[in-house]
């Protein structure tokens, strides 16, 4: 069974710009959670979808979204850089909710924000 | 609320002696309790988990932990480290009153020294 797949793994942008990540988890898991890790803030938690609807959001500002697709992959968004979004994001999928299923990471995108 | 705190942001041993990660959660309702590892340049994996079965969990790679309701505490042990163990050790609660949302710690580094 192939694992999650992060796409792209390593990005560039400047500040302003918007970005966009693509995560697609493993073939029946219908959870994708995303997280945003850095070295002084360690592991934070952007927001979980299920089945395409969003079940939990973290304490981020409103240029953080997010959706799923019926196929369960799904994409974040980064509207208006900021050079301190520069991070590894992380998505994660589980067959259930997070909550109580194991969670399976991503390889990650390093997002560089000059 | 629920929360989570890792009491060491570092923890150094010997190889061939004991581990001892510490982990204190609060909650209100019975927590699913985590432990994931992130080895360098590599992605977070499960360890072991705890969701309200036998109190003493047994994971991958020799570890165990101790879920202790009394203490609140969910710490991750390993009777002889090894040089492998080296990486990022992450406690993470779960349960009704996070709406199942996982609430991470903030990490600790186990450090191996031959």
């Known amino acids: 069974k192939a694992g999650v797949t992060q796409t792209p793994r390593y990005l560039i942008k400047t500040r302003g710009q918007q970005v966009t990540l693509s995560c697609s988890p493993i073939?029946?898991?219908?959870?994708v959670s995303w997280y945003q890790q850095t070295p002084g803030q360690g592991l934070q938690f952007l927001f979980e979808y299920f089945s395409e609807t969003q079940r939990n959001k973290g304490n981020f500002p409103g240029r953080f979204s997010g959706r799923q697709f019926s196929n369960s992959r799904s994409e974040m968004n980064v509207s208006t850089l900021e050079l301190g979004d520069s991070a590894l994001y992380l998505c994660?999928?589980?067959f259930g909710t997070g909550g109580s299923d194991e969670q399976y990471f991503g390889p990650g995108t390093r997002l560089t924000v000059t | 609320a629920q929360s989570v705190t890792q009491l060491d942001s570092h923890v150094s041993v010997s190889e061939g002696t004991p581990v001892l990660l510490r982990c204190n959660y609060s909650s209100s309702y019975s927590p699913s309790l985590f432990w994931y590892v992130q080895h360098p340049n590599k992605g977070l994996q499960l360890l072991l988990k705890y969701t309200s079965a036998a109190t003493l969990v047994k994971g991958i790679n020799g570890f165990e932990a101790e879920f202790k309701k009394s203490e609140t505490s969910f710490h991750l042990t390993k009777p002889s480290a090894h040089m492998s163990d080296a990486a990022e050790y992450f406690c993470?609660?779960?349960?009704?009153?996070?709406?199942?949302?996982?609430?991470w710690g903030a990490g600790t580094k186990l450090i191996i020294k031959p």
């Open positions: 073939s029946g898991h219908r959870s």
């Open positions: 993470v609660v779960s349960g009704l009153d996070s709406n199942y949302q996982l609430i």
């Open positions: 994660a999928s589980s």
